[in-house]
C-alpha cells in the first residue's frame, strides 16, 4: 500500500484555500473602509457570480410597503419601488436597483428612503433630496419631513429635502435619559459578531484598525504561502534537472 504524502497535500490544499482566505481578508479590509471609499455608491454587475444569479422565481426581499387612499400600494425592496395599481405591478424607474428600506406620505408626497439616499415624489416626478444611506423617512402634513441617517443621525428638512439640519430637539431629549435607558438587548450572536469585528474590543470608531489588522496579516500569509510554494517548486524542479 502506498503511503500517503502528508506534506504534499498539505502544500496543496494551503495553495487552494489561499484564494478564498485572501479573499476574505481583503473584503475584510474594504468592508472597514466601505464608508471612506463610497463604495455603496458604485453600482457592479453581479451577474457572472453563481451565488447572486438573479432568479426570475425567487420572492423578492421587500423591505417597506404603504398604502395611499386613492387605491395604490407601494412595496420597496432591495431591487427597488415598485407601485401595485388595479392589479397591477410598475416599477419606478428612477430607483431601479436601489434598495428602499422605508416609505412615508402625507396628502400631497410621497417618500422613499434606502441604502442610496431618499427621494420625493411631487407632482408625478420622483427627485432624490438626501444622497446618503437613510434607514427611515417621515413626512408630515406640514410637509417637514425627518430622516433617520447611517452616518449623520436625525435629520429634518422643512423646505422640501433642500437643506437638512440636525434634529436637535430630539437629540438632547436623549441626553436627560440615564444610560440604561440607552441600553441595547445584547444577545451572544450579536456578542460573537463584536468580538470578531473588533468592536468589543476597540469600541464602534477604531474597530477598523482591528480588521485592517487581521485582515492584513491573513493577505501576507496567503501570498507569502504562495510564494514560498512556488519557489519550492522552482528548487524542485532546478533539482530534478540537475538529475
Given amino acids: 500500500m502506498k503511503k500517503i504524502d502528508w506534506r504534499h497535500w498539505h502544500a496543496w490544499l494551503s495553495v487552494l484555500l489561499s484564494i478564498p482566505a485572501f479573499l476574505v481578508g481583503m473584503t475584510a479590509i474594504l468592508i472597514a473602509h466601505n464608508k471612506t471609499l463610497g463604495l455603496n ?10 451565488g447572486l444569479t438573479p432568479n426570475a422565481q425567487a420572492a423578492p426581499d421587500i423591505r417597506s410597503t404603504l398604502s395611499l387612499a386613492d387605491g395604490r400600494r407601494f412595496i420597496g425592496g432591495k431591487a427597488g419601488l415598485f407601485v401595485l395599481e388595479n392589479n397591477k405591478l410598475t416599477a419606478v424607474s428612477e430607483l431601479a436597483g436601489y434598495e428602499i428600506r422605508s416609505l412615508a406620505a402625507n396628502p400631497n408626497n410621497v417618500a422613499a428612503a434606502g441604502n442610496r439616499g431618499v427621494w420625493l415624489n411631487s407632482g408625478g416626478n420622483w427627485r432624490q433630496i438626501y444622497r446618503q444611506a437613510a434607514h427611515s423617512v417621515q413626512i408630515g402634513d406640514d410637509g417637514i419631513i425627518r430622516i433617520a441617517t447611517q452616518n449623520s443621525g436625525l435629520l429634518f428638512s422643512d423646505n422640501s429635502g433642500a437643506n437638512w439640519r440636525p434634529d436637535a430637539a430630539t437629540l438632547k431629549a436623549f441626553e436627560q435619559l440615564p444610560a440604561e435607558a ?8 450579536k456578542l460573537i459578531l463584536d468580538v470578531h469585528t473588533g468592536k468589543a474590543f476597540l469600541g464602534k470608531h477604531w ?8 485582515g492584513g496579516l491573513l493577505v501576507f500569509l496567503c501570498l507569502s504561502g504562495v510564494y514560498l510554494w512556488w519557489r ?12
Avoid at 41 to 50: A, F, K, R, T, Y
Avoid at 182 to 189: F, I, K, Q
Fill in 207 to 214: 474597530e477598523w484598525l482591528w480588521i485592517d489588522l487581521l
Fill in 41 to 50: 455608491g458604485v453600482s457592479v454587475d453581479v451577474g457572472w457570480l453563481p
Fill in 182 to 189: 440607552l441600553r441595547e438587548d445584547y444577545s451572544v450572536g
Fill in 232 to 243: 519550492g517548486q522552482q528548487r524542485k524542479a532546478a533539482l530534478l534537472g540537475k538529475g
